[in-house]
């Protein structure tokens, strides 16, 4: 947005311009705040449920980027079995409705589109000998035609960083007892279910409340 604070004229904003570009610029913000927490809340817990999906996305991260190392989104293209975790988590547990307030189906849990689609399935979007990926949620996800999220573009990179750095320097657990045992966390948006430790040999991370 900063762009059009200089426009190509020369022209110096009014007041009433000003304020159209800085409302403008929060709505970007603000569309994607809310939304890109609710899939790391997603992931973190889909993480927990499906250990292997998250070691074998660490196995990968480890390979591609070495261990202890921070991707970048450079990486991206050589991480394929991260981004399909992250289609998967937004297939799985879309974070907006998609067409209020019309009635519409259930697209990214269509069987025809996505066999057993309460099965939590990353692989599902990645080419096999015997078949073809299955379709890219992310044509589904943000929308489409006119009603596409504007934003798009931003919260794919945003939501790679965060998965890929989170895969990269922590194990995604299930949270323990008073006595240490394991609690089974159930699929629904509350506090406490998951706990998050750094990867042996992975750089420290010190998470806060602000």
């Known amino acids: 947005m900063s762009i059009y604070l200089c426009p190509e004229d020369g022209h110096t904003l009014d007041s009433e311009e000003e304020d159209i570009i800085k409302w403008c610029s929060a709505a970007l913000y603000v569309g994607g705040a809310d939304t890109t927490v609710s899939a790391r809340a997603s992931f973190a817990l889909l993480m927990c449920l499906y250990p292997d999906v998250q070691r074998r996305a660490q196995a990968e991260i480890d390979e591609v980027v070495g261990k202890g190392g921070l991707p970048t989104w450079a990486d991206e293209a050589s991480l394929p079995h991260v981004s399909s975790v992250i289609k998967e988590v937004l297939r799985f547990a879309p974070v907006v409705c998609l067409g209020p307030p019309r009635r519409v189906l259930a697209m990214t849990h269509d069987p025809g589109l996505y066999p057993d689609p309460m099965t939590f399935n990353p692989s599902?979007?990645?080419?096999?000998?015997?078949?073809?990926?299955?379709?890219?949620?992310?044509?589904?996800?943000?929308?489409?035609?006119?009603?596409?999220?504007?934003?798009?573009?931003?919260?794919?990179?945003?939501?790679?960083?965060?998965?890929?750095?989170?895969?990269?320097?922590?194990?995604?657990?299930?949270?323990?007892?008073?006595?240490?045992?394991?609690?089974?966390?159930?699929?629904?948006?509350?506090?406490?279910?998951?706990?998050?430790?750094?990867?042996?040999?992975?750089?420290?991370?010190?998470?806060?409340?602000?």
Do not use: W
């Open 124 to 210: 599902r979007f990645l080419a096999a000998p015997e078949k073809s990926p299955q379709q890219d949620p992310y044509k589904v996800v943000f929308r489409f035609g006119r009603y596409v999220c504007p934003g798009a573009h931003f919260t794919e990179v945003s939501l790679f960083l965060n998965v890929a750095s989170i895969l990269a320097t922590f194990d995604i657990l299930k949270a323990v007892d008073d006595q240490g045992r394991e609690m089974d966390p159930v699929i629904e948006y509350t506090d406490g279910i998951t706990r998050i430790v750094p990867r042996p040999g992975a750089s420290s991370l010190i998470l806060a409340d602000p």
